[in-house]
């Protein structure tokens, strides 16, 4: 071996390695670096106290299909608009269905289940309105992947903005789609049909 060979070695060797490194860092991230089953997960256990003021958790629901929507009381448009046409689709399903529908506050701080029960008055009675403290309901947004965000109004009073999905799930509480409500109501209540 030359000295000028010798020289190269170490780079060669250098070069290598750190190819190596990246292979090994690129197969981390994509298996899911140790967080596997962890990506597509919405949903999961709760505990929050419902509109008649009981507390409740993910197995007073369990069994049945349900449709899951976070929203709050003082929404002035989409939160109405939606728990009309959960109400809709409600209707259209057969005598007896063994749905839930929940209602989950994002503003814990005014939606109490005292007002959640006057809110939820003008809707099918069928829907359940879940509140609970701060915590509990940062811990129900974050595993239904729920965004948030509290925004102030001129009048020093606040708004909220949040993720307006309606989460259809099975028996098993598994995340199935979200329910599309542009469709018919009798369209999207063959959808929770299915899951019967
Ligand atoms: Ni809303």
């Known amino acids: 071996m030359t000295p000028h060979q010798k020289r190269l070695l ?3 060797a250098v070069l290598a390695f750190g190819f190596l490194a990246l292979v090994g860092t690129a197969i981390f991230i994509v298996s899911g670096g140790g967080e596997r089953g962890h990506v597509a997960t919405v949903g999961g256990p709760f505990t929050l106290v419902d509109q008649s003021g009981a507390r409740v958790t993910e197995a007073s629901y369990a069994g049945k299909p349900s449709l899951v929507f976070f929203g709050f009381t003082h929404c002035p448009d989409v939160c109405p608009t939606t728990l009309f046409e959960i109400s809709e689709v409600l209707k259209r399903l057969p005598e007896g269905a063994k749905v839930s529908a929940l209602f989950v506050t994002v503003d814990p701080e005014r ?12 809707f099918d009675p069928r829907i359940s309105g879940l509140s609970g403290t701060r915590e509990e309901i ?27 999905i309606v989460y259809l799930m099975d028996k ?4 199935v789609n979200a329910l599309n409500l542009q469709q ?13």
């Not at 098993?172 to 995340?175: A, D, I, P, V």
Request: glycine residues 4%.
């Open 10 to 12: 170490l780079p060669i």
């Open 184 to 196: 018919p109501p009798e369209a999207a209540a063959r959808e929770v049909q299915r899951l019967l």
């Open 111 to 122: 939606d109490t289940p005292t007002s959640m029960k006057d809110y939820l008055s003008s």
């Open 172 to 175: 098993q509480g598994r995340f």
């Open 138 to 164: 940062d811990a129900v947004l974050k595993a239904y992947r729920v965004y948030s965000k509290k925004v102030p109004t001129q009048n020093g009073d606040y708004t909220m903005d949040h993720t307006a």
